[in-house]
Structure formats: C-alpha cells, structure tokens
DNA sequence: GACTTTGACCGAACAATGTTTGAAGATATC
DNA sequence: GATATCTTCAAACATTGTTCGGTCAAAGTC
C-alpha cells in the first residue's frame, strides 16, 4: 500500500537515531576542523561506521551540510521568536535587545553563522526547503521590525546591512572579543533617529 | 658567485611571461566557474602545458590564488590613491565619492571580492606578503577618512562595518543589480550627521 | 665538434577525496 | 525454515593536488 504522507526514500527510513547522531558529530566536527575540514571517512569513524554507510542516511556530503544549515535557521526562529516589544516597553529598547540577541546567536557559533550566511563551502547550495527555514527567517524579521516602526523596505534592507555588517566584522576580525559587538547600541540609536523612532525615556536607560 | 639581491627560487627564474599567463588564466576560470570551480589540469591545459608543469611557476595551487590576492589589493590601491578630497571640495562629497568608488570596486567583480573579503577557499590563508598589502590598504582607507574628519578609531570601525555589510548585501543578495547601492548614499549621510561632518551646500547637490 | 650544464617540460604515480557497486550478515515476517 | 527486508561494508572509481624521475632541447665550455 502507498503511504498517502510525503513520499520517504529509502535513505529517509533509517534510523532516525542514527542519523541525528551523524549530524552531531558533523557539528562537532566542524566546530574543531572547520566546515570543510573533515572528510566522510573522519565522520563515519566519528559515529562507528563506514563511509559507504553514510549514503544510506545521506544522499551526499553537502546533504549533511543541508540538514545542519536548516538546524541553525530553526534555532535562530527560536530564539527570534522571544523578541519583540513587551506592553508598555519603548520601540528602540526592545530593537536593541532584539539586535543583540541575533549579534550573539551569530558570534556565539562562528561555524554556524559561517554555514547560514556565508559561502564557504564550494558548490553548497541549500536546498529548496532549507531555503524556505531561511526566507520565513527574514519574513519574521521584516514583521518583528514592521512592530517597531521600520516599515520602509529601503530602511529595512539599510538595517539588515548594518547588522550583518557589525557581525561579519565582529567574527572576521575580531573572533571572541567585543569591538564590534560594543558599536551596536549606538548604530542602533543612529538608525532609530533617521527612521523615527523615539529614543528610550533618559530615566530608564 | 652569490646573488646579493633577495633570494629567487627555481621557480621564481621561470619565465615571468608564462608566470603571468597562468594568473590571467586563473582569473578568467575563476570568474568563469567560480574561484574553486577549476583544476590545476584545466588551468594547464588553458595555457597549453601539463599540469606538473605549473610547480615550476608557483610552489601550489594556494600560491596562485596568493598572487591573485595581492593582485586584488594592488588594484583597489591604485584606484583608492585618487580618492581624496580636492581643493575646496565638501568633505561630505568626497566620502560619497570614495564610498561609491569602493562600492563599484567591489561589485563590479564578485570573484575578486569573494577572493580579497571572504574565505571561500578552504584553507587559503594569505601569505605575510600578501596579507601586508591588504593591511597598507586598511591604513590608506585610514587616513583617508581621518582627512574627512573621522579620527575616532570606533567611528572608523562603525563605517567600515556599514559600508561592508552593504556591499555585502548587495553581492550575495542583489548581485548585479543597486538595490543596496542607492542606499549608500543615504547611510553616508547618516553616518556623516553622526559623526558632525557638515552637510553639502544645497546648491551643490 | 664533443661534453657538460642548465632550463623547460611531462608521464606516471601517490595519497586523499566524495561516491557507486555488489554482496555479505543480520533481522524481521510468514 | 524460507523469504524478504534491513544494515553494513570492502573494493573499486574518478577526480583532486602534488611528487618523482626522466626526457629533450638550448646554451656554455673546452
């Protein structure tokens, strides 16, 4: 009988134990190697198997690499989906908060933050579904920045390239130190005051 | 009897005419298929030797790439060398000026900006050589915008991340077109009311 | 001219990579 | 117990950057 749910291939139906358990060690891997600095052979040791085992999990290595860029999406909704304004907080506070916590998700993993947002590994293209966990990523992100009054696509697409910008200077140059990370509160103030955001009460800051 | 000029390896008396083929060779299959998208074997075959060959001109295929790098920054020096404010020019037009040209530099050949800004290729670490021209790079930029009126080393770091993450944007999201270029403007202002460079004169602009 | 030296080049091979193939054991199902 | 289905891997393949050993021609030297 065919299964009326999504069509699972072969490779789908193992264990899925076994496959979280390679996507860790590729984590962990990358972490100590770099992304690209480990082999199949390397990663199947790290899980006690075979190479050619892994095909049966994974369709290729840059499938590996899929399911960890999709991981690292899903984890920055989760935590993207604790800011916005509480009642009664100011527009700007909630904004800095909100920036300092995507600056920290980046910084605080620069082998996850290298995967999402830049191209270091060669002929990786995410998937058309990985895309789709990176697309509702900026979409929360437009509607968080639409609460806070930044409704201009071109004040949006401005702030994006602050931010990214501060963060890629921070891991660039600056790996597990705060020179960057430390001009964030005042960039945010510069572009709340061009956009028209009122800046927070003296009394609270 | 001993050169008393700098030691020249084997490699560096071959002929610097073939030495140079094999760059531009370079250059072109990298913008062609991407800066790792070719092997050694197809850059040979480009200029017509055996790949072996090539370790008679460059010690690896990293030392290519190492060259192409240096190459990189020598063109942006000589193109950052006529920014500047003329006589009598609004310090304000002059950043806009430098910005765009560094802007245009860079989006007008992404391959060259991945290889001089971003690390696509694994384990491609510039040599000391290469790496001081990108540093007398950063030092002309520097005193460029100390002579525009930025002498606050933070206030430098702000704008090297926002001009950054706007050229940024604009490459890996909008390569091609200005989306993120006609905010450059805007984000110069900006950032030039901030940091108290004066407006241009309103007949000027 | 013979002889050596040097420069330029490449075929063959090496180790490592991602990947495919074919088949072997293990496990479940009847 | 027989059959089918999982799960695994040894062996092999093509491709990569790189090394080795040698060939061949040109340039000096006597």
Chains 1, 2 share one sequence.
């Not at 002929?123 to 990523?137: G, I, K, L, W």
């Not at 790996?175 to 061009?194: E, M």
Request: proline share 5%; net charge negative; aromatic share 10%.
């Amino acid at each position: 009988m065919i299964d009326m749910a999504e069509q699972r291939s072969l490779a789908d139906r193992r264990s899925d134990a076994t496959r979280e358990g390679i996507v860790e060690a590729a984590w962990r891997l990358s972490r100590q190697e770099g992304l690209t600095g480990w082999s199949l052979r390397r990663l199947a040791d790290e899980v006690g198997l075979a190479a050619p085992s892994l095909y049966a999990y994974f369709d290729s290595k840059h499938a590996i690499y899929d399911v960890m860029f999709r991981q690292g999406y899903e984890q920055l909704d989760d935590i993207a989906s604790r800011w916005g304004p509480a009642p009664g907080e100011p527009h700007r506070r909630a904004f800095k908060v909100a920036a300092a916590g995507f600056m920290e998700f980046c910084t605080s993993d620069p082998t996850r933050y290298q995967l999402m947002f830049q191209r270091v590994i060669p002929e990786f293209v995410p998937s058309a579904d990985a895309y789709s966990a990176s697309v509702a990523n900026y979409e929360r992100f437009r509607a968080l920045l639409g609460e806070l009054g930044v409704t201009d696509d071109r004040e949006l697409d401005l702030w994006t390239a602050i931010s990214t910008g501060l963060t890629d200077q921070q891991i660039s140059n600056d790996p597990g130190g705060q020179r960057w990370f430390r001009l964030l509160d005042r960039a945010v103030d510069i572009f709340c005051d061009h956009v028209g955001i009122p800046p927070e009460p003296e009394g609270q800051r």
